[in-house]
């Protein structure tokens, strides 16, 4: 997988379609209608992984703190269906769990997770901060990466 980082203003019309296309794809082909692209996007990091191809695969953003949360966040987490289950989605978050330590030193990450995903979340080294809640009527959990934690 080829990792490219990128701010909102810097991101290519390609790069950016792509993006969008695979999160319209999963967020409201997959799960269901809900607006995807909203303010959050102008002021975040956007993490795209490409397979060898050059066939988008994944991507991400990290949002600065302040926007959503005071801490910096981690959102919009999707992989392509042929690249679930095999890694694709833990180097995914390795990726941006990075980004933040480096933007950010010492900070924790905040995120609002799909609560099926708190398992695969907590291996990452969050922790549940909230009951469970709807977002865009799917189960979600606030789950907070205490700042310094190692990547599991």
Known sequence: MRWTWARFDDLGVHALHDALAL???????EQ????DPDGADK???HLLGYDEAGALQACLRVVD?????PEPSIGR????KEARGNGTGR???AEGIARCSQAWPGRGIRISAQ??????????GFEAVSDEYLEDDIPHIEMLRRGD????
């Not at 999160?23 to 082909?29: A, N, S, Y």
């Not at 987490?77 to 392509?80: I, L």
Request: positive net charge; glycine residues 10%.
């Open 77 to 80: 987490v999707v992989t392509a």
């Open 23 to 29: 999160r319209c794809k999963v967020f409201i082909l």
């Open 32 to 35: 269901g209608p809900y607006q």
């Open 115 to 124: 609560a099926h995903l708190q398992g695969f979340y907590g291996s990452l």
């Open 65 to 69: 703190p302040g926007v959503n949360y």
């Open 149 to 152: 934690s190692p990547v599991a």
């Open 91 to 93: 180097a995914l978050m």
């Open 43 to 45: 002021q975040s990091y």
